[in-house]
Nanobody, 111 residues
Framework: QVQLVESGGGLVQPGGSLTLSCAAS?????MGWYRQAPGKQRELVAV??????NYADSVKGRFTLSRDIAKNTLYLQMNSLKPEDTAVYYC?????????WGQGTQVTVSS
């Protein structure tokens, strides 16, 4: 069993910044951030897998994914936030063929 605990969401004005954190209970094969806006499907934001990092086109140049291997913690630095970034952000990871999800953290970008 793997637990993922997210933190760092909140309300921010357009153009502002937030950092999300996801602490895993063990080392995972891959870890990433996904988001789901109201009425939309969950989508990939950014993921680290096999040492490489992939970003959704909509966040390239604005969001940065990083990982503290010793702490099994994933970070998502979000800059230049836009109203369309508003969503529930979920941390997800894979271990031993199973996928695990955190409980989600709300990010709201609004003036």
């Amino acid at each position: 069993q793997v637990q993922l605990v997210e933190s760092g969401g909140g309300l921010v004005q357009p153009g502002g910044s937030l950092t999300l954190s996801c602490a895993a209970s063990r080392s995972l094969f891959s870890m990433g951030w996904y988001r789901q806006a109201p009425g939309k499907q969950r989508e990939l934001v950014a993921v680290i897998i096999s040492g490489g990092t992939n970003y959704a086109d909509s966040v390239k140049g604005r969001f940065t994914l990083s990982r503290d291997i010793a702490k099994n913690t994933l970070y998502l630095q979000m800059n230049s936030l836009k109203p369309e970034d508003t969503a529930v952000y979920y941390c997800g990871g894979d271990y031993s063929g199973q996928s695990y999800w955190g409980q989600g953290t709300q990010v709201t970008v609004s003036s």
